[in-house]
């Protein structure tokens, strides 16, 4: 029995007319591990690959065909261990699965149940409302972390009665990471995996990519009165997004207090998820639940790792993105909301300190901050490209940078030069040069616009000698001569000085 | 016949048959009940050992599992993976229909 | 040249080295013996113009002077093995037509040796019996024939059966729980079991995996280590495989045993073994003895919960094993009213009536609830067993059992009570629960005539002491029977 003390937050209660309720939440998440290879063959993993040219005889199950563990994919699901603070077991053993289906060759399927290779460990996670506020951290403690492989795929809708069957991704390695029940909100849950996800591609041991099913998850929701019995359970399988799993949740536990209030029972059963109407629907019941019958598997010898081994992954383990962020915070003076931001990706955390260090490095870390986060971001995010893809390079996003920070061109002047930066149109310096946005800073030059403005707003000179609001009209005046080129300060400084300010 | 402490009933029988998606008519569950009581029966002797405190044997070699490096060595042969399919098309192995 | 076929393999790769006949030759005498010994029922395929092809190429190897260790010999391979292009049924209907794209590794090794392949050998399906009755594609019959049909002893009741009645020099076969070195005991030929992990599985249809482990049958000692040296080697695609070379085993045969330890269980003498098997078993003490080897009383305490603790972990392995021959990649699909009933219908008819019956108990001993009671017990048993053998060898090299607790019986006898069948296997199962080697060698004749076996088990990766004390053994009890040649 799993033991659940923590009480929801009162904000994410559910208040229905017979009173409170709290949503309880576990999630058993599957990470692909990005090998080449798969977990117990030599076909490749590539994703979207013609039907069955990525099978191996031992993938379609032919006789007498046996596996042989990737060693690889032993190596991730230790980093991965590592990442969620948990225990590597040194002794850990596959087991067979027992099941019929289609896109099973072998009917069953070779994963840990006893003897898994990653023990008990815990997470910190941030919980972010739909306004964007952040709640106070909440630790998700790690059950356990076992490696298995996935399943080919069924395509059902190349004949009318009929199952095509493509086993190119059967027996790729997976990472199932499995979750106390420790969430208490929607949110929670999406927060978890957003934070799984940070670790995974941190470590590189998982692409994270969810669109192509390489991290998904199975989302197991029960309902309680706060602090009060646990509810029974019921598992949403395979649920795809960060969006789906919130909704998934919403829906399921509406569902069970819906039942519960109406003085009927919660059936235990695996469930699916609609995400075109948004709810969830029997998939299989508990008297249909399976008989597994997992025993260890006679074609595998035990894994015996050497301390040495899981010393070496440990020495050579990058930064964490909870500790990056700390360092973002202390070396570069990042506020919170920014460090988290920019340190939740590797790819994100990677750019930014591209983009403060390359070139001539040392720019501000504050400025390449709002550059990064502001302008790239929005800008990817509005043309729906990854970061991975971004037109604009960490290089050249600092080159940019350096043309504000060494007075080259004002920081309103750069907006427009990323802007064509960003449709490719080429390096800042190119862009500046090619369209003449060098700042004016010849001092002769200024004095003579400013002159120039004094002399044809005579009285207003007068009123802003009095009156030093009125400055920035005259500042205002000498830019639009200068089509905005004229470099602020010096303008500034001339103006104040033939004022008398 | 002998009798196994934990004897199979006819009902085990149709569980076990169905787990194993073997079929079974209903009037052959009692005989074969019967018939697996009676190596049951025969196997409860392992009762008598006594195995507190022994670790159990799951291979005959004392190995830690030999592992492969991560390369793409196989797959690219669709046609060796088809060729004694009852039935494929286009690439794929078809089956009967796996959802209703 | 029918004569041909009396030769031991030894002899006939000497002859063919010298000159004296052609692997043609050699192999079209073997075939003509196959086709005058269709009623034998030991083929399940034959592969004879394969095979001359072969010889030919063989030849050409030799004039080279790229003759392998196994070169131009005729030999039979047990229908497990997967043979590229040939078909593969492991004796059940389920398998249908599948042809293997693809080559065994002990096979694979045998064929890079130079073996000519007469065919695949029928046997019980899925190896799962011990008189070859299960077979779909019918019974093999025992050349040694007293009156009535006899079994050849079982799974590798194909191989043993062809290499009796000269159909073949020798021929692969598999031992699970004594299937090799049964049938050895039942037709007067030699079998051995290696230590588990010297012979490659990848490529051989599994039954259960832990215990599965191919060797030769083959007419002498000297032959089946000959064939043993060919087939075993290490191999990476089998996690289960052992990193060891593989040693010049037929060196072992006709080593002195002086000194040697001859270790005798005193728990092997079991209730109602008929007086003859007994009294094999004391004359193969005596020539041990003559040969100069030390005897020395052991005990092997766990001995009768060998076969128990067999029952449930091999139909275990195989209840799992067996569940990819579901009709939707290769072999047999019987089409029914939805992917369920197909399943069932697939699978209810692909499989015979012994086969089925091992899944169910499998099933149910790996299933909620009767694991604890039935597997995880199994399994310690087992341990119990190894360190049963672990004290043995504190005093004994090696230790002289009997084969079998009978000899070849009617066809038709035993088929309706399993357990009866079960303990054919009683003298054997203990090494494939242990790993050990384990060679059966013909002693004597039982007074109906038939042949019968004793068993010579050694320590793991010791095939090389099993050899040199079956050889012994061999030479001392100087077995030249053969069957009359009543089906040509």
Not at chain 1, 337 to 350: E, G, N, S, W
Not at chain 3, 143 to 158: D, F, Y
Not at chain 3, 204 to 233: H, N, R, W, Y
Not at chain 3, 434 to 463: F, H, Y
Request: with cysteine.
């Amino acid at each position: 029995m799993f033991i659940a003390p923590r009480i929801a937050d009162k904000k994410d209660w559910i208040t229905t007319e017979t009173g409170d309720w709290e949503i309880i939440i576990g999630l058993e998440v599957h990470a692909q591990v990005a090998s080449e290879s798969k977990l117990f063959s030599g076909s490749a993993t590539d994703y979207g690959s013609a039907p069955n040219t990525q099978v191996s005889l031992v993938d379609a199950g032919m006789p007498g065909m046996l596996p042989v563990v990737n060693e690889f994919c032993i190596e991730q699901a230790v980093k991965t261990g590592f990442g969620l603070n948990a225990k590597i077991n040194l002794f850990s053993r596959f087991d067979r699965k027992n099941y019929f289906y289609v896109d099973l060759p072998q009917g069953y399927q070779i994963s840990q149940f006893e003897h898994p290779i990653v023990g008990e460990g815990e997470i910190e996670i941030l919980p972010i409302d739909g306004d964007g506020n952040v709640g106070e951290p909440v630790n998700v403690g790690i059950e356990r972390l076992h490696l298995e492989q996935d399943a080919g795929k069924s395509v059902h809708d190349l004949s009318p009665d009929e199952t095509y069957v493509d086993l190119n991704r059967c027996g790729v390695a997976l990472m199932e990471i499995v979750s106390k029940p420790d969430m208490r909100s929607p949110e929670e849950a999406s927060a978890y995996v957003e934070k799984l996800r940070g670790i995974v591609r941190a470590l590189g041991t998982c692409d994270g990519d969810m669109e192509k099913g390489n991290l998904r998850a199975d989302v197991n929701v029960s309902v309680r009165r706060p602090g009060g019995e646990l509810g029974t359970r019921c598992e949403i399988k395979n649920v795809n997004s960060m969006r789906f799993i919130r909704q998934a949740i919403n829906y399921e536990a509406r569902r069970h207090i819906d039942i519960l209030e109406a003085g009927g029972e919660i059936d235990q059963e695996t469930r699916l998820f609609d995400s075109v109407k948004g709810e969830t629907r029997t998939m299989r019941s508990k008297e249909d639940a399976h008989d597994y019958r997992y025993f260890p598997d006679p074609d595998l010898l035990p894994i015996k790792l050497e301390q040495a081994f899981v010393d070496r992954i440990k020495s050579e383990l990058p930064e964490m993105p909870d500790v990056r962020k700390a360092r973002f915070m202390s070396d570069y003076g990042l506020p919170e909301y920014d460090a988290r931001i920019l340190t939740a990706d590797k790819v994100k955390a990677d750019f930014y300190e591209t983009v403060i260090s390359s070139g001539v490095g040392g720019r501000d870390p504050k400025i390449a901050s709002n550059w990064t986060m502001v302008e790239l971001f929005g800008a990817l995010n509005k043309a729906g490209v990854e970061l991975e893809d971004s037109p604009v390079s960490a290089d050249a996003l600092g080159g940019l940078i350096d043309r504000i920070l060494d007075d080259t061109i004002s920081g309103k002047i750069a907006k427009g030069v990323f802007e064509k930066m960003f449709a490719g149109e080429g390096t800042a310096d190119e862009i500046i040069d090619r369209d003449g946005l060098k700042q004016v800073t010849d001092m002769g030059a200024i004095e003579a616009m400013v002159d120039d403005a004094i002399a044809n707003n005579a009285a207003q000179a007068e009123k802003a000698k009095e009156n030093p609001k009125l400055l920035g009209f005259f500042v205002g005046q000498v830019m639009k001569a200068s089509q905005g080129k004229a470099n602020p300060k010096a303008v500034n400084e001339i103006l104040r000085k033939k004022l008398g300010l | 016949m002998a009798q196994p402490k934990n004897g199979v009933t006819a009902q085990d029988v149709k569980k076990i048959a169905k787990l194993s998606r073997l079929h079974v008519e209903d009037d052959r569950l009692e005989p074969i009940a019967d018939d697996l009581n009676g190596i049951l029966a025969w196997i409860e002797q392992l009762g008598e050992v006594d195995v507190e405190g022994v670790e159990p044997m799951t291979s005959a070699v004392d190995m830690a599992a030999p592992m492969r490096s991560d390369n793409v060595s196989d797959g690219g042969k669709r046609e060796a993976v088809l060729q004694n399919a009852p039935k494929s098309d286009d690439g794929f192995f078809v089956v009967p229909r796996s959802v209703e | 040249m029918s004569d041909l076929t009396k030769l031991t393999l030894s002899d006939a790769l000497d002859g063919m080295a010298k000159g004296d006949f052609s692997s043609e030759e050699l192999t079209k005498a073997h075939i003509d013996a196959c086709m005058d010994g269709a009623d034998l029922n030991a083929f399940i395929t034959t592969t004879f113009e394969d095979a001359m092809e072969s010889a030919k190429a063989s030849d050409a190897r030799r004039k080279a002077g790229t003759a392998g260790k196994l070169e131009g010999a005729p030999l039979g391979v047990k229908d497990l093995f997967c043979t590229e292009g040939v078909k593969t049924t492991a004796g059940s209907k389920i398998l249908g037509e599948f042809t293997p794209t693809y080559e065994s590794s002990v096979t694979a090794n045998m064929k890079a040796d130079g073996m000519v392949m007469l065919g695949k050998l029928n046997l019980d399906e899925f190896a799962m019996g011990s008189s070859n009755e299960t077979s779909f594609y019918g019974p093999v019959i025992n050349p040694w024939r007293k009156g009535e049909n006899l079994v050849p002893g079982g799974s590798s009741g194909g191989s043993a059966s062809a290499v009796a009645a000269d159909l073949c020099l020798g021929a692969t076969a598999t031992d699970t729980g004594g299937s090799i070195r049964q049938p050895a005991s039942f037709t007067g030929t030699v079998g051995i079991k290696p230590t588990y992990g010297r012979c490659s599985r990848w490529g051989t249809v599994a039954f259960a995996s832990s215990l599965d482990q191919a060797g030769p049958i083959a007419k002498t000692v000297k032959d089946s280590a000959i064939l043993l040296e060919s087939m075993a080697g290490y191999d990476p695609k089998d996690s289960t495989s052992i990193n060891a070379e593989v040693p010049n085993w037929a060196a072992s045969c006709g080593q002195s045993v002086k000194g040697l330890r001859i270790g005798i269980p005193k728990e092997y003498t079991i209730d109602g073994m008929p007086a003859e098997i007994q009294t094999l078993w004391d004359e193969g003490i005596e020539m041990m003895k003559a040969a100069g080897a030390e005897i020395v009383p052991i005990s092997l305490p766990h001995t009768k919960f060998a076969l128990p603790a067999y029952y449930v972990v091999a139909p275990a392995e195989a209840s799992s094993n067996l569940a990819r021959y579901d009709g939707m990649r290769y072999g047999l699909r019987v089409d029914g009213k939805d992917l369920n009933d197909t399943y069932e219908r697939t699978r209810t008819e692909g499989f015979g009536d012994e086969v089925r019956r091992r899944i169910m108990i499998g099933t149910y001993v790996l299933s909620a609830g009767y694991y604890d009671a039935y597997y995880l017990r199994a399994q310690k048993v087992r341990t119990r067993i190894v360190e049963d053998f672990e004290n043995a060898w504190q005093t004994c090299d090696a230790i002289l059992t009997p084969t079998a607790p009978s000899a070849a019986f009617a066809v038709g006898r035993k088929v309706n009570d399993p357990v009866q069948m079960y303990l054919n296997d009683i003298f054997t199962v203990t090494t494939n629960l242990a790993g050990l080697p384990g060679i059966s060698v013909p002693a004597g004749l039982d007074k109906n005539g038939l042949p019968l076996g004793l068993q010579i088990i050694g320590r793991a990766m010791d095939e090389a002491t099993v050899f040199k004390a079956a050889s012994a053994l061999e030479d001392a009890a100087g077995f030249t029977a053969k069957p009359e040649t009543w089906w040509v």
